[in-house]
């Protein structure tokens, strides 16, 4: 909705970076799970990490933060989106912290140097390779970028509603805006689908498309078989703990706690993180 009278609505002041990592993100927890994971499968802290499809660097600025001795690299093909980053997140944590955050313009199969303890790539990023060829090239590149002890951390999506074309609506009381989740289309014959982000203001202002994604669905054995093949040792499942809601007694709701496993039952949408050793 455009702005009326010369007033700008709360869709064209908002930054969609900032709702994006309001909405999306929570670095806290993932910092919180790569590190516990990582000690307990190799006995020590990790120190370093390679954040790929890093976007804004948002997780590695606060992986830097948590520890003195710990950084980040970004790799990201968006240079205005690592600028944006680079000022909002490392500058903006001070000049120690951002010191030990380096942001590299590059394609992710293309960077294998530094050698890093953990290299992650969040937010179903990586599933833009849409055949098993790519895939495969990638955790190839990912796996040569590790130290001899390192893990790749992945995340996944699925469920019975994966496939569905939906929306799914949260609310955002800092902001006064509504961040909506869409399934734009989905195509069973090479599981290719689209999704987009929009955000609806109190105002009636919308900012449709602030995010656009093209990817394929895949499933949770195709990517252990994919990352066996480029070399990983093992693949490990760690799937959430869900309890009964307190709201509603037919819903279960996750707590933020994952564990390794090897059966569940399906859910209507679950997201998993996927730890491969080297």
């Known amino acids: 909705m455009s702005s009326q009278a010369g007033k700008q609505s709360q869709a064209e002041q908002a930054d969609r970076h900032v709702l994006y990592q309001e909405s999306v993100q929570c670095p806290e927890a993932e910092v919180d799970f790569m590190s516990k994971t990582f000690e307990a499968l190799k006995g020590r802290k990790a120190l370093s990490v390679k954040e790929d499809f890093g976007g804004t660097g948002y997780l590695s600025v606060e992986w830097a933060k948590s520890d003195p001795q710990r950084t980040a690299i970004v790799v990201d093909i968006d240079k205005p989106t690592l600028d944006w980053g680079q000022k909002h997140n490392a500058e903006s944590a001070g000049s120690e912290v951002a010191s030990r955050v380096?942001?590299?313009e590059a394609d992710v199969r293309n960077i294998a140097e530094p050698k890093v303890d953990i290299t992650n790539a969040f937010n179903f990023s990586y599933c833009i390779f849409e055949t098993r060829d790519e895939m495969?090239?990638?955790f190839e590149i990912a796996r040569e970028g590790l130290k001899d002890d390192g893990i790749l951390v992945l995340d996944l999506f699925g469920g019975t509603e994966a496939m569905d074309v939906l929306e799914e609506e949260t609310e955002l009381e800092d902001f006064d805006a509504t961040y909506r989740w869409e399934h734009v289309s989905f195509n069973p014959i090479n599981n290719h689908m689209e999704c987009a982000i929009h955000f609806d203001f109190d105002d009636g202002s919308s900012m449709e498309n602030a995010f656009t994604y093209a990817w394929r669905l895949w499933s949770i054995p195709e990517i252990r078989e994919l990352l066996?093949?480029?070399g990983f040792k093992n693949a490990r499942?760690?799937?959430?703990?869900?309890v009964d809601s307190e709201e509603d007694d037919d819903e279960l709701e996750g707590t933020g706690e994952y564990y390794e496993t090897e059966e569940v039952e399906n859910q209507e949408s679950w997201m998993i993180y996927i730890v491969a050793e080297k």
């Open 136 to 138: 495969r090239k990638y």
């Open 102 to 104: 380096q942001y590299i």
């Open 228 to 230: 066996l093949e480029a």
């Open 237 to 242: 499942i760690y799937w959430e703990e869900y």
